[in-house]
């Protein structure tokens, strides 16, 4: 069975503080998603990552898939009370299914 | 707007009573699934299919039941719930199989007694 390890499970900072989220498998995923989800709502999709080593920036959020892409991480800057929600990672395996993390509860204090 | 709309929104039912969540997209998307969101497991997906006629299982498709006669509906039945499956459902669809963006619906809150 394939897993997809998040770290940490939760999270509560300062406004203006920095962090990092982590996703962790031992399993090689064709490409990898973060999605966003707020209280009472469905997860909305934040980045698609597809080649090992990429990066992309989302305004103050960095996105990084593995080189060896069985991993991946969030990054964000100068966290503000909007970043508050549930950060869900996902692996798309070889027969193109989802494998989703628990997610990662993160609270930003004002 | 583009959506993917569910109904209802919650639920509190007995256990063995049948019932069924609706859910329907305007985005005319072949893949559509089904999944059950449960604290510190994340998201398992119940059923899930590829275009019109088309369903398959997902991880945790016990006790449930799924058809897709059109391409923009893709209902959830639960044919005699259990307490076990109180939960937050989602139902999803994108553009297809593949590494597409999910679009989710709003959730559907269902609580067997």
């Known amino acids: 069975t394939q897993l997809l390890e998040q770290s940490p499970q939760f999270l509560s900072i300062q406004e203006g503080e920095n962090l990092t989220v982590y996703c962790n498998s031992s399993s090689v995923f064709s490409s990898l998603q973060w999605y966003r989800q707020e209280p009472g709502e469905g997860p909305v999709l934040l980045v698609t990552v597809v080649t090992g080593g990429e990066v992309k920036k989302l305004k103050r959020l960095t996105f990084q898939f593995g080189d060896a892409r069985k991993d991946s991480s969030l990054h964000i800057t100068a966290a503000q009370p909007g970043d508050t929600g549930l950060y869900l990672c996902?692996?798309?395996?070889?027969?193109?299914?989802?494998?989703w993390g628990a997610g990662t509860k993160l609270i930003i204090k004002p | 707007e583009a959506q993917v709309t569910q109904n209802p929104r919650y639920l509190i039912t007995v256990t063995g009573k049948k019932l069924t969540v609706t859910c329907s997209q305007n985005m005319n998307h072949e893949y559509m699934s089904w999944y059950r969101q449960d604290p510190g497991l994340g998201l398992r997906q119940i059923y899930y299919?590829?275009?019109?006629?088309?369903?398959d299982k997902g991880d945790v498709p016990e006790g449930y039941k799924v058809s897709r006669k059109e391409k923009r509906n893709f209902p959830l039945i639960l044919e005699s719930p259990s307490p076990n499956q109180t939960s937050l459902y989602f139902c999803?669809?994108?553009?297809?199989?593949?590494?597409?963006?999910?679009?989710f619906g709003p959730g559907t809150r269902l609580t067997v007694t």
């Open positions: 999803a669809s994108s553009f297809r199989l593949g590494p597409y963006e999910q679009y």
């Open positions: 996902a692996g798309m395996d070889s027969n193109y299914q989802l494998i």
């Open positions: 299919s590829m275009n019109v006629e088309v369903t």
